[in-house]
């Protein structure tokens, strides 16, 4: 008798033999220093921060309680809102319960089956997912690469055509030529689309990533999303557009609409995380000094923003790396395929503003003896 689940266990024998297996494994509180995380400014456990949400929950609960369309927006999210708008100078923004739930949202509503989408080889699984609830025809461009996006911008056979991209990527941590594909899909009469997940807090004037920095927060065709996950120490995602693009989300994008408002807590940390890079600024300059030694210690550029990626021989050295790093105190990252987009095995190493000069000396040393050398 075969059973409903044996493809499920074969699939996993697989897995396991090609040492791609993922587990889940508790973080604890434990005297280990954070390469993996993605709380880029060491915000999770700031006073303020922590008071923010605290201050939310008793203000409005421990849940939005709704769709944000039915009773769920809160004077919290509108709070949050303006206070994205004036760190990155966008015309509006919308919050989201996640950045997942962003990515969603712009592509299923900015695309449909008449659109062209070009999105970048290395683009995240959910601008991916997009693409395709979208039913728009996609053509996946070579990464970073403006002249393979223009060549595929110039096939399209319909009039509307929208380009995908992250400012920073998520797993190699490089960074996109974000002023010239503002100017490429200009040129073409195309919405461009940039995640900043990675950027934010991180890079551009102030931390507000690299579309404010490039000049085009106002740009009509631009539409930019991030998280509230990662810098901001919090959760939820940011539509950051024009206030014709916020509105036509609001009433079109089915993972807004469908989906209970982001929670006040969350929300609350976020805003005051807002506040925490607003005062200070050198938080974003402490997490570009901090990669530059980390990268230095592992033999790789110095990143363009949080995100170093270090190419390991294959998944199984990976994930040995990794517990051999976990036992000398330090947290890595693996990324194995499908992660990776480029079929790679990969240690993620992030840095993070509030890693003491102590941390860092003991993280380098650990890194030194762990990451292979070219012969
Ligand atoms: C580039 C990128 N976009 C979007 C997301 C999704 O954001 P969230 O965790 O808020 O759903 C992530 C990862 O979390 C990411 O790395």
Avoid at 76 to 81: I, N, S, T
Avoid at 106 to 116: I, N
Avoid at 315 to 329: I, K, L, N, Y
């Amino acid at each position: 008798m075969t059973s409903p689940l044996d493809w499920i266990r074969e699939a996993a024998s697989t897995r396991d033999e090609a040492g791609l297996t993922r587990r889940l494994v508790a973080t604890k509180a434990a005297d280990i220093i954070d390469l993996a995380g993605n709380d880029y400014l060491g915000l999770r456990h700031h006073p303020a921060v922590v008071a923010g949400a605290v201050a939310a929950v008793e203000t409005y609960g421990t849940g939005a309680g709704a769709s944000r369309l039915v009773t769920g927006t809160l004077d919290v999210h509108d709070e949050l809102e303006a206070a994205m708008v004036a760190l990155t100078g966008a015309g509006a923004a919308l919050v989201l319960s996640s950045g997942y739930a962003a990515n969603l949202s712009v592509l299923t509503t900015l695309a449909d089956a008449g659109t062209l989408v070009v999105s970048d080889e290395h683009a995240h699984a959910s601008l991916i997912d997009g693409c395709r609830l979208s039913r728009a025809a996609v053509s996946v461009a070579r990464h970073n690469d403006l002249e393979h996006v223009a060549e595929l911008l110039a096939r399209r056979e319909g009039p509307r055509a929208v380009v995908v991209a992250e400012s920073i990527y998520s797993v190699l941590g490089d960074a996109a030529p974000v002023a010239d594909l503002v100017a490429l899909t200009e040129e073409a009469g195309a919405m461009l689309v940039v995640d900043e997940a990675h950027a934010l807090g991180v890079v551009g004037p102030g931390g507000a990533g690299l579309v404010t920095a490039a000049g085009a927060s106002t740009a009509e065709h631009v539409v930019v999303t991030t998280t509230l996950s990662k810098s901001l120490a919090a959760q939820g995602g940011v539509v950051l557009a024009a206030p014709e693009v916020r509105e036509h989300l609001v009433n079109t994008a089915r993972p807004f609409i469908y989906d209970t408002g982001l929670a006040p807590a969350a929300a609350g940390a976020a805003l005051a995380a807002l506040g925490v890079l607003r005062d200070h600024p050198e938080l974003s300059a402490r997490v570009h000094a901090n990669a530059t030694r980390l990268a230095e210690a592992c033999g790789v550029e110095a990143p363009a923003g949080a995100v170093m990626s270090v190419p390991m021989p294959g998944p199984h050295e990976t994930v040995e790396a990794v517990e051999r790093a976990r036992s000398m105190g330090l947290r890595v990252g693996a990324f194995r395929p499908p992660s990776t987009p480029d079929g790679s095995s990969r240690l993620r190493i992030t840095a993070h503003a509030d890693h003491s000069p102590h941390d860092l000396d003991r993280a380098c040393t650990v890194l030194g003896a762990l990451v292979p050398r070219a012969e």
